[in-house]
T-cell receptor, first 114, second 112 residues
Framework: DVKVTQSSRYLVKRTGEKVFLECVQD?????MFWYRQDPGLGLRLIYF???????EKGDIPEGYSVSREKKERFSLILESASTNQTSMYLC?????????????FGPGTRLTVL | GENVEQHPSTLSVQEGDSAVIKCTYS??????FPWYKQELGKRPQLIID?????GEKKDQRIAVTLNKTAKHFSLHITETQPEDSAVYFC???????????FGKGTSLLVTP
């Protein structure tokens, strides 16, 4: 079974705090992704990575950064959390090779910024 | 970039009826179109996908059709059951190994 885990299910932070969200996958997947999910807006891509130390901006990268120092781990960083970053954050991973590209999602982290 | 539009945003059907969800995309270079199902409180899971060299794909009660000329694709669920109630997301990608652009989702309710 593919397993994608996220460090927290629920997180409450204060405005201005630095926030780290961690994602770990155990299937040696090349690709990893961070999305945020908001009611009525679907899944919006924040950042993704095809390999260690590589990162690509998604549709809404502003206010976020990422780190991928090891293949199995992809971190999302909110440098200075703001209330408009209150959301559900979903991590996903997949293989790079064509034909094996199902994205496997983690359970999500519901972040509240006060 | 790619823009994926999904309709309807909500859909209510009676058990046994069919449900159809439609998506359009903007980038004619897109060639991979998956559908994900997200049950309440759970993570999204892939239910079916189609690549641009195929016009239709079926898996038991679900099917996806693709019209590349019109740049739209649809999910068809036949003989709906209450356990089909969930949010369904369509997506499009330049390649099946690339990042996905998701639609905003359709909340399907199947009533007994």
């Amino acid at each position: 079974d593919v397993k994608v885990t996220q460090s927290s299910r629920y997180l409450v932070k204060r405005t201005g705090e630095k926030v780290f969200l961690e994602c770990v996958q155990d299937m040696d997947h090349e690709n990893m992704f961070w999305y945020r999910q908001d009611p009525g807006l679907g899944l919006r891509l924040i950042y993704f990575s095809y390999d260690v130390k590589m990162k690509e901006k998604g549709d809404i990268p502003e206010g976020y950064s990422v780190s991928r120092e090891k293949k199995e781990r992809f971190s999302l960083i909110l440098e200075s959390a703001s209330t408009n970053q209150t959301s559900m954050y979903l991590c996903a991973s997949s293989r790079l090779a064509t034909g094996q590209n199902e994205q496997f999602f983690g359970p999500g982290t519901r972040l509240t910024v006060l | 970039g790619e823009n994926v539009e999904q309709h309807p945003s909500t859909l209510s059907v009676q058990e046994g009826d069919s449900a159809v969800i439609k998506c359009t995309y903007s980038d004619s270079a897109s060639n991979y179109f998956p559908w994900y199902k997200q049950e309440l409180g759970k993570r999204p899971q892939l239910i079916i996908d189609i690549r641009s060299n195929v016009g239709e794909k079926k898996d038991q009660r679900i099917a996806v059709t693709l019209n590349k000329t019109a740049k739209h694709f649809s999910l068809h669920i036949t003989e709906t059951q209450p356990e089909d109630s969930a949010v369904y997301f369509c997506a499009a990608s330049l390649n099946s190994g690339y990042a996905l652009n998701f639609g905003k989702g359709t909340s399907l309710l199947v009533t007994p």
